[in-house]
């Protein structure tokens, strides 16, 4: 098989008779740009994995006040929180020591990008059907770990983007009625600065997150496996009932290491070329402190966003009283995260359809998804943008209520207009196919360019 | 196929009945018992841990001298127009929940300020902490005398009551009700209006 024999080929082998099952069933990889997208995920995940690894050598997880004296001029001499200090310590007086951060945050923004587009793709072209319904399950999961992941790593600095973080989630966890108060009341211990919330934080962020990851990305892989991937429509096989896809060796590794090598020179380009993470534009954790344009994790923005252009609000009835924070920051992604979870249950019942689907759908294929994707993703992007009001401002010279006014009109028009847009135009096409069509079945036969496939192949 | 690209194709595999992991009854009570026990044992160790502890709330209280970080007491004169100084009670310096902006304002403030927790006619303290997500109102605009928190732009007018006049906030910031004491230094008269940071769900 192996065109140069070698322990890596020997290797790889030895992996694809066990997990494929012999002749009759050998491990097929799927190649496409679909698959580069989770197998970029994948790449950064160990990317950070081995940078955060060797970053949580240095790192010390205390708001304990220490006086830092090193090369780093502007904190030489002063009195700052440990865990910023070993972060600058880490960035100014370590060898390498920087250029980890850096990767280590860039491929965090890999990861991340990698993660939210893997998720539009599946709910996009209805991968999430039988027989895959339960992994989109496990894959939902996946992506709340990455959130964690995002917000307990903007933490560890301990600067003062962390201190109003903290706020905010205690701020959001005490605006749910009744339980909300105790609860955030245990989770931060009342006052800042505090060392437990920073300890929980670092344990979350550096050992529970990564094995939790670890198990549930294992389990999510077996899944993909298992129950073969969804692959695009193609003229030559009829991917609803065959697998096609190359063997582990030397393609599938051929092209996994062509696509970690790619990603690790960017991601060190940009680390060089970019200032990730500059710790001296933060500042230390300061009891009481903010400061303008002060942002999270940018896969946050839409919590943020919400806080900002949700008019306030104070409905009180029966011992509960609704704030914008409890619109803006649990309502309005729960009912996102919500969506996600239930659309494939929702689709399958709307459209009766309970049979299982290997071949991808083009975005536009049913006028529902179409809609609620579309409704989906503009309210999400809204929110994102939103989180920028005050740099809007800034460079639009416009005051920051105007612009928070035009988005409270934009959240309003368009995802009614971009979704009924979307609907329309997938309406158009399904017809446009169904003429075409000599049985109107657009869904199983007719694919985007219009050509009808189902002839067997011969493998 | 016409051309090899090295690729193969195998039949699918037959259809499965559960969308597993989640279907096979007794797969998902495994499961359900599992996970509520790691969470039941976690909720335990954490409380033992941690446990529930007094509510940590505002030190302010009468008679409390307003002091800088440094623990420095201030006197009316200290402040010039339009200034702001940030102040914890004297025995709590930097404790969070009790930082306090005094503020110079330009003109006389009005109702629905508590008119008599105000000292030197301009003189007046609001909590730092937001009543919206609990930032630090770290912003003052002399302008219009108006607080801005930069975290989510809530806005505050100074001059009646630090209500919000713009932004998502729905509350006023609590105020603290100042006095001066016999050797002239700025005091508080009892302890903020309402309680610092958000205002919770809970009416």
Same mark, same amino acid.
């Given at each position: 098989?192996?065109?140069?024999?070698?322990?890596?080929?020997?290797?790889?082998?030895?992996?694809?008779?066990?997990?494929?099952?012999?002749?009759?069933?050998?491990?097929?990889?799927?190649?496409?740009?679909?698959?580069?997208?989770?197998?970029?995920?994948?790449?950064?995940?160990?990317?950070?994995?081995?940078?955060?690894?060797?970053?949580?050598?240095?790192?010390?997880?205390?708001?304990?006040?220490?006086?830092?004296?090193?090369?780093?001029?502007?904190?030489?001499?002063?009195?700052?929180?440990?865990?910023?200090?070993?972060?600058?310590?880490?960035?100014?007086?370590?060898?390498?020591?920087?250029?980890?951060?850096?990767?280590?945050?860039?491929?965090?923004?890999?990861?991340?990008?990698?993660?939210?587009?893997?998720?539009?793709?599946?709910?996009?072209?209805?991968?999430?059907?039988?027989?895959?319904?339960?992994?989109?399950?496990?894959?939902?999961?996946?992506?709340?770990?990455?959130?964690?992941?995002?917000?307990?790593?903007?933490?560890?600095?301990?600067?003062?983007?962390?201190?109003?973080?903290?706020?905010?989630?205690?701020?959001?966890?005490?605006?749910?009625?009744?339980?909300?108060?105790?609860?955030?009341?245990?989770?931060?211990?009342?006052?800042?600065?505090?060392?437990? *919330?920073?300890?929980? $934080?670092? %344990?979350?962020?550096?050992? /529970?997150?990564? +094995?939790?990851? =670890?198990?549930? @990305? #294992?389990?999510?892989?077996?899944?993909?496996?298992?129950?073969?991937?969804?692959?695009?429509?193609?003229?030559?096989?009829?991917?609803?009932?065959?697998?096609?896809?190359?063997? *582990?060796?030397?393609? $599938?590794? %051929?092209?996994?290491?062509? /696509?970690?090598? +790619?990603?690790? =020179?960017?991601? @060190? #380009?940009?680390?060089?070329?970019?200032?990730?993470?500059?710790?001296?534009?933060?500042?230390?954790?300061?009891?009481?402190?903010?400061?303008?344009?002060?942002?999270?994790?940018?896969?946050?923005?839409?919590?943020?966003?919400?806080?900002?252009?949700?008019?306030?609000?104070?409905?009180?009835?029966?011992?509960?009283?609704?704030?914008?924070?409890?619109?803006?920051?649990?309502?309005?992604?729960?009912?996102?995260?919500?969506?996600?979870?239930?659309?494939?249950?929702?689709?399958?019942?709307?459209?009766?359809?309970?049979?299982?689907?290997?071949?991808?759908?083009?975005?536009?294929?049913?006028?529902?998804?179409?809609?609620?994707?579309?409704?989906?993703?503009?309210?999400?992007?809204?929110?994102?943008?939103?989180?920028?009001?005050?740099?809007?401002?800034?460079?639009?010279?416009?005051?920051?209520?105007?612009?928070?006014?035009?988005?409270?009109?934009?959240?309003?028009?368009?995802?009614?207009?971009?979704?009924?847009?979307?609907?329309?135009?997938?309406?158009?096409?399904?017809?446009?196919?169904?003429?075409?069509?000599?049985?109107?079945?657009?869904?199983?036969?007719?694919?985007?360019?219009?050509?009808?496939?189902?002839?067997?192949?011969?493998? | 196929?016409?051309?090899?690209?090295?690729?193969?194709?195998?039949?699918?595999?037959?259809?499965?009945?559960?969308?597993?992991?989640?279907?096979?009854?007794?797969?998902?009570?495994?499961?359900?018992?599992?996970?509520?026990?790691?969470?039941?044992?976690?909720?335990?160790?954490?409380?033992?841990?941690?446990?529930?502890?007094?509510?940590?709330?505002?030190?302010?209280?009468?008679?409390?001298?307003?002091?800088?970080?440094?623990?420095?007491?201030?006197?009316?004169?200290?402040?010039?127009?339009?200034?702001?100084?940030?102040?914890?009670?004297?025995?709590?310096?930097?404790?969070?929940?009790?930082?306090?902006?005094?503020?110079?304002?330009?003109?006389?403030?009005?109702?629905?300020?508590?008119?008599?927790?105000?000292?030197?006619?301009?003189?007046?303290?609001?909590?730092?902490?937001?009543?919206?997500?609990?930032?630090?109102?770290?912003?003052?605009?002399?302008?219009?005398?108006?607080?801005?928190?930069?975290?989510?732009?809530?806005?505050?007018?100074?001059?009646?009551?630090?209500?919000?006049?713009?932004?998502?906030?729905?509350?006023?910031?609590?105020?603290?009700?100042?006095?001066?004491?016999?050797?002239?230094?700025?005091?508080?008269?009892?302890?903020?209006?309402?309680?610092?940071?958000?205002?919770?769900?809970?009416?």
């Amino acid at each position: 098989m192996s065109v140069l024999p070698s322990p890596l080929a020997r290797v790889a082998e030895k992996l694809d008779a066990r997990i494929g099952r012999g002749a009759e069933r050998p491990s097929l990889w799927p190649i496409g740009f679909g698959a580069l997208i989770s197998h970029a995920a994948i790449v950064a995940f160990g990317v950070l994995t081995v940078t955060g690894l060797a970053l949580a050598l240095a790192y010390r997880p205390s708001t304990e006040l220490v006086t830092y004296s090193g090369s780093s001029e502007l904190y030489d001499g002063q009195l700052l929180p440990h865990a910023f200090a070993s972060i600058v310590r880490i960035s100014e007086d370590l060898p390498g020591g920087l250029l980890l951060r850096r990767v280590h945050v860039a491929a965090s923004h890999i990861f991340l990008i990698a993660l939210v587009a893997h998720l539009l793709r599946v709910l996009a072209t209805g991968a999430f059907r039988r027989p895959r319904i339960g992994n989109h399950l496990v894959g939902v999961i996946l992506l709340g770990i990455a959130l964690g992941f995002a917000y307990t790593g903007e933490l560890m600095p301990f600067s003062l983007v962390a201190a109003s973080s903290l706020r905010i989630l205690e701020a959001v966890i005490g605006s749910v009625p009744f339980i909300g108060e105790p609860l955030a009341q245990f989770i931060t211990g009342g006052e800042l600065p505090s060392q437990r *919330l920073l300890v929980g $934080a670092w %344990a979350l962020h550096v050992f /529970l997150l990564p +094995g939790g990851f =670890t198990a549930v @990305l #294992a389990w999510h892989l077996w899944l993909v496996h298992r129950r073969t991937p969804a692959l695009d429509r193609r003229p030559d096989v009829d991917v609803d009932t065959r697998d096609v896809g190359r063997p *582990l060796w030397p393609d $599938a590794v %051929a092209r996994f290491a062509l /696509l970690s090598a +790619g990603l690790i =020179t960017l991601l @060190l #380009a940009s680390s060089v070329l970019v200032p990730w993470a500059n710790i001296e534009l933060e500042g230390p954790f300061f009891a009481a402190e903010a400061t303008n344009s002060v942002h999270p994790a940018w896969v946050m923005f839409f919590t943020t966003g919400a806080l900002r252009v949700i008019p306030a609000i104070d409905l009180v009835f029966l011992g509960v009283r609704i704030t914008n924070v409890l619109v803006a920051a649990a309502l309005i992604p729960s009912i996102l995260v919500g969506m996600v979870v239930a659309y494939p249950f929702l689709e399958r019942r709307l459209l009766k359809d309970r049979s299982e689907h290997h071949a991808l759908d083009h975005p536009l294929d049913v006028p529902l998804r179409a809609g609620v994707v579309t409704f989906m993703t503009t309210v999400g992007v809204i929110l994102t943008v939103a989180a920028g009001v005050d740099v809007l401002s800034s460079w639009l010279a416009v005051p920051v209520e105007r612009v928070v006014t035009g988005f409270r009109v934009a959240l309003v028009v368009l995802p009614i207009a971009l979704t009924a847009g979307a609907v329309a135009a997938s309406r158009r096409r399904v017809a446009t196919f169904a003429d075409l069509g000599e049985d109107g079945d657009v869904d199983r036969e007719i694919t985007a360019s219009g050509h009808t496939y189902g002839e067997e192949c011969d493998s | 196929m016409s051309r090899d690209l090295g690729e193969r194709t195998i039949p699918r595999p037959d259809p499965v009945d559960e969308f597993a992991p989640f279907t096979s009854r007794r797969g998902l009570f495994g499961g359900l018992l599992a996970v509520s026990a790691v969470l039941g044992l976690g909720g335990i160790g954490a409380l033992l841990r941690f446990g529930p502890r007094a509510p940590a709330g505002s030190a302010w209280s009468a008679g409390a001298r307003l002091a800088t970080l440094d623990g420095e007491p201030i006197r009316p004169a200290d402040l010039p127009l339009g200034s702001v100084v940030t102040v914890w009670p004297e025995d709590a310096l930097g404790r969070e929940l009790s930082a306090v902006m005094l503020i110079r304002l330009r003109e006389v403030p009005v109702e629905p300020t508590r008119l008599d927790g105000v000292v030197d006619e301009t003189l007046i303290a609001y909590s730092r902490l937001c009543s919206h997500a609990g930032c630090a109102v770290a912003l003052y605009r002399d302008r219009d005398q108006a607080l801005f928190c930069p975290c989510h732009q809530a806005t505050f007018d100074a001059r009646r009551g630090a209500r919000p006049v713009s932004g998502p906030a729905s509350h006023p910031l609590p105020q603290l009700p100042l006095g001066i004491d016999d050797e002239g230094f700025v005091i508080a008269t009892g302890d903020l209006t309402a309680p610092p940071g958000a205002v919770g769900g809970t009416a």
